[in-house]
């Protein structure tokens, strides 16, 4: 049984209000996406600005409304929920933030902030546990427990990421959504911040859905990964499948953007024109084609469906050839 | 835009007391409040108290000087400077409670509901209030004539008509609360804390209560410091016409009224007209000086270049 299913899930924001609150567009944020999180295992998610992921990951926690679809959660279809059933619900699933300032109240001083969990669900019976606990959750994310009533400015923004991160743990979740929580943060502070996730993934046997878009980093900590273009999964596989054979020319646009630290590399790049449509009147038939350095006439009129290309490897491209070579990595059958 | 924190209201306030006009404008509305109140115990006149000394220049037995009817005019500021502070102050805590529910619901709500209600202010903001004020004061009085005719006791018809001037006032201020209000409550509910607060379970109150309300609170304390003079110079200008408090009564307003209807060619009673006024003159410059320190010292803005 997997800890979370997601079925067709999609996600429509109105757009162009009329003047009487007539909506005369939809922006289709998140379109009929399907996603499947196991057990204390990390899921990536990758993509540019603006393709919805996001977005995915808070209708997941139904921080925002999906408009169609179901999300399994261990038997149970939460898009079902709603009061009392969804507030006791959302204690098994959080959310990290990639802003480390907005994300903690500026009013709120950081034992509050991390015991905020600990009083809506009445979790502690008294102060003394309650405070117990909140030191405990500091201790575990690598604070110092003494500055619980400091206020989040007087913190790094590495800390500040630290604490969002003990305030998710309060609640002991199964699954927590990173939603790119460490692009706000200096390189060096990143790889510490990845690392205390590893870190409590292995003691706490916590999922993730790692939302970024840099490959490198989700490869490295990604069990699967999964690729988004305009609000749509265009390419699934595991971290390193993917990562060394995309199939798809948008995943082999954006593997070969990454940069490497070699002046001899001889790699070959593709560079891609133009901009992100407009998810609002998306391209008809594939929506990469405007952009794709090899589209066919068929791409322009209809839409390729993701589908299973070897095992455990999906994509969506008419260009997939039977041999699962693709015109930008005829290769790919050497595996 | 960023929202102050708590070590910032610290800043805050060394910004506050670096600002000289408003600091000795604040010691200046302090002391005038003490005086007001206190003030009558030490001195030995009553303001309402009628003496054979008509229009009496000032001189040491009377300060301020006396007017028609031989009353004290020190008194008689100080009370009417009470009247006045009092009607500002609550008519400023009015606006607050309308303006602040208001704009929250409207804010945090958002969607149709926030459009309907946000459009009702801005009609209501395109009335004259001054005349919306006038006509509900003197309806009000009328009512509270008729009642009186049917045997209600002169001490209750004043207080009935105290409590419409404070509710009228109230009521036409509140607008520019109410679109401050939402407008912070908007952005602050998109913010990822409260997003954050949302994930962990909490309800609505919850969030209104430990993070919505909190990071409203420097706003709507600075705009509360600037409605509290435009309500005293509204109720001033309608005591002037007739229409606030009533005599034998007194605030600063009336109390100008009065020196203003003794203006004739043959005598000015200079000392009617120029104390009251200038008290007025001077709470009025001193209340908005404070307002506009507090607002300097707690602006969002201000806040980020000290980071």
């Given at each position: 049984m997997s800890l979370l299913e997601v079925r067709q899930l999609s996600v429509r924001f109105p757009v162009r209000r009329g003047l009487f609150g007539g909506?005369?567009?939809?922006?289709?944020?998140?379109?009929?996406?399907?996603?499947?999180?196991?057990?204390?295992?990390?899921?990536?998610?990758?993509?540019?600005?603006?393709?919805?992921k996001s977005t995915l990951g808070r209708a997941i926690l139904r921080l925002i409304e999906p408009a169609d679809g179901q999300i399994i959660w261990k038997d149970t279809d939460i898009t079902t929920l709603s009061g009392r059933e969804l507030r006791q619900w959302r204690r098994q699933a959080q959310i990290i933030f990639q802003?480390?300032?907005?994300?903690?109240?500026?009013?709120?001083?950081?034992?509050?902030?991390?015991?905020?969990?600990?009083?809506?669900?009445?979790?502690?019976?008294?102060?003394?546990?309650r405070q117990d606990r909140i030191a405990a959750l500091m201790e575990s994310v690598g604070l110092d427990p003494s500055r619980a009533s400091d206020y989040p400015h007087e913190f790094s923004g590495g800390q500040r990421q630290r604490i969002g991160i003990a305030r998710a743990l309060a609640v002991q979740p199964d699954?927590?959504?990173?939603?790119?929580?460490?692009?706000?943060?200096d390189v060096s502070i990143q790889a510490q911040i990845v690392n205390?996730?590893?870190?409590?993934?292995?003691?706490?046997g916590i999922a993730y859905l790692f939302i970024a878009h840099d490959l490198a980093l989700v490869e490295h900590i990604s069990r699967r990964v999964l690729v988004m273009y305009l609000g749509r999964v265009v390419e699934s596989a595991d971290a390193t499948e993917l990562l060394h054979h995309p199939l798809h020319p948008y995943t082999q646009a954006l593997i070969s953007a990454v940069p490497v630290l070699d002046p001899d590399s001889r790699r070959k790049r593709i560079i891609l024109g133009g901009e992100v449509p407009s998810p609002i009147n998306p391209p008809p038939g594939c929506a990469f084609h405007p952009r794709c350095p090899w589209a066919e006439p068929k791409c322009k009129s209809i839409a390729p469906a993701l589908r299973e290309v070897k095992q455990g490897h999906k994509a969506a491209c008419h260009l997939i050839t039977a041999d699962n070579s693709t015109p930008g990595n005829p290769t790919a059958t050497n595996t | 835009m960023r929202v102050f924190s708590l070590g910032s209201e610290k800043r805050a306030w060394d910004r506050f007391r670096?600002?000289?006009?408003?600091?000795?404008?604040?010691?200046?509305?302090?002391?005038?409040?003490?005086?007001?109140?206190?003030?009558?115990?030490?001195?030995?006149?009553?303001?309402?108290?009628?003496?054979?000394?008509?229009?009496?220049?000032?001189?040491?037995?009377?300060?301020?000087?006396?007017?028609?009817?031989?009353?004290?005019?020190?008194a008689r500021v100080l009370y009417g400077t009470r009247i006045s502070l009092t009607v500002g102050a609550v008519g400023a805590g009015v606006s607050l409670v309308i303006g602040a529910l208001w704009g929250?619901?409207?804010?945090?709500?958002?969607?149709?509901?926030?459009?309907?209600?946000?459009?009702?202010?801005?009609?209501?903001?395109?009335?004259?209030?001054?005349?919306?004020v006038i006509v509900l004061i003197t309806a009000l009085n009328g009512l509270v004539e008729r009642w009186q005719a049917m045997g209600l006791s002169a001490e209750s018809a004043k207080t009935i008509q105290l409590i419409?001037?404070?509710?009228?006032?109230?009521?036409?201020?509140?607008?520019?609360?109410?679109?401050?209000?939402?407008?912070q409550v908007l952005s602050l509910r998109n913010q990822p804390f409260v997003e954050a607060s949302r994930a962990l379970g909490a309800g609505h109150l919850h969030i209104l209560r430990r993070h919505i309300l909190p990071n409203v609170a420097g706003v709507v304390i600075v705009y509360l410091?600037?409605?509290?003079?435009?309500?005293?110079?509204?109720?001033?200008?309608?005591?002037?016409?007739?229409?606030?408090?009533?005599?034998?009564?007194?605030?600063?307003?009336?109390?100008?009224?009065?020196?203003?209807?003794?203006?004739?060619?043959i005598r000015t009673y200079w000392w009617l007209i120029v104390f009251p006024a200038c008290t007025l003159a001077g709470t009025l410059l001193a209340l908005n000086f404070v307002g506009d320190g507090l607002r300097d010292a707690l602006s969002p803005r201000s806040g980020q270049n000290k980071g």
């Open positions: 909506v005369r567009a939809w922006l289709r944020a998140v379109d009929r996406v399907d996603l499947e999180i196991q057990t204390g295992e990390t899921v990536g998610l990758v993509g540019e600005s603006g393709c919805g802003d480390p300032i907005n994300s903690l109240d500026p009013r709120q001083t950081v034992g509050d902030a991390i015991g905020e969990a600990l009083d809506v669900h009445k979790l502690a019976p008294n102060r003394r546990e699954l927590i959504v990173c939603d790119e929580p460490v692009s706000a943060l205390l996730l590893l870190d409590l993934q292995r003691t706490r | 670096a600002n000289r006009a408003a600091v000795v404008s604040a010691w200046f509305v302090v002391l005038l409040a003490l005086l007001t109140f206190f003030g009558p115990f030490a001195w030995p006149y009553e303001p309402n108290a009628i003496s054979d000394l008509q229009f009496a220049a000032p001189s040491l037995s009377h300060w301020l000087g006396t007017d028609v009817h031989g009353r004290d005019m020190l929250a619901v409207a804010g945090y709500v958002g969607g149709r509901t926030d459009g309907i209600m946000m459009r009702i202010v801005d009609i209501l903001y395109s009335l004259p209030s001054i005349i919306f419409g001037l404070f509710g009228g006032l109230g009521l036409v201020s509140w607008l520019t609360m109410a679109r401050i209000v939402r407008g410091a600037l409605t509290v003079p435009a309500v005293v110079l509204y109720e001033s200008f309608l005591s002037y016409l007739g229409l606030g408090i009533q005599p034998p009564q007194a605030s600063l307003g009336s109390l100008i009224a009065e020196g203003a209807s003794q203006i004739n060619p």
